[in-house]
């Protein structure tokens, strides 16, 4: 019996780091761009990154992600911070195999850090 709990701890162990490690670029394919978005259009956005305004291209095996959950191009807006994954075209533009948008924040902890914020004073 203890053999058995500690062997499920363990495994329990193992597990925590690999869904933890699900928006890790690296883990992604293509080369990783990070950026705000710009602007965005029913088959492409902008993107600003430090090098400057990038159009990155979307197309119909294009996946957006929003943490562990599918997103779409309807989620991008103007000014998200997001990882795009693909490759650059001769054109200079990015095709997009992956888009990354940051976790929403729970609105509890908004409302908590609203809370803790309202009266405070240090």
């Given at each position: 019996?203890?053999?058995?709990?500690?062997?499920?701890?363990?495994?329990?162990g193992?597990?925590?780091?690999?869904?933890?490690?699900?928006?890790?670029p690296?883990?992604?394919?293509?080369?990783?761009?990070?950026?705000?978005?710009?602007?965005?259009?029913?088959?492409?956005?902008?993107?600003?990154?430090?090098?400057?305004?990038?159009?990155?291209?979307?197309?119909?095996?294009?996946?957006?992600?929003?943490?562990?959950?599918?997103?779409?191009?309807?989620?991008?807006?103007?000014?998200?911070?997001?990882?795009?994954?693909?490759?650059?075209?001769?054109?200079?533009?990015?095709?997009?195999?992956?888009?990354?948008?940051?976790?929403?924040?729970?609105?509890?902890?908004?409302?908590?850090?609203?809370?803790?914020?309202?009266?405070?004073?240090?």
């Open positions: 019996m203890h053999r058995r709990v500690i062997t499920m701890l363990a495994l329990a193992l597990m925590v780091p690999f869904s933890a490690s699900g928006h890790d690296s883990k992604h394919k293509g080369k990783a761009t990070t950026g705000q978005v710009a602007s965005v259009a029913n088959d492409r956005f902008e993107l600003k990154t430090k090098d400057g305004v990038k159009t990155v291209l979307i197309t119909e095996k294009t996946k957006f992600e929003r943490g562990n959950q599918a997103a779409s191009l309807a989620d991008l807006k103007k000014g998200d911070s997001i990882t795009v994954m693909g490759t650059t075209l001769a054109s200079g533009e990015l095709s997009a195999s992956e888009v990354l948008l940051k976790p929403a924040k729970s609105q509890g902890a908004a409302a908590a850090g609203a809370e803790h914020g309202a009266g405070h004073k240090h």
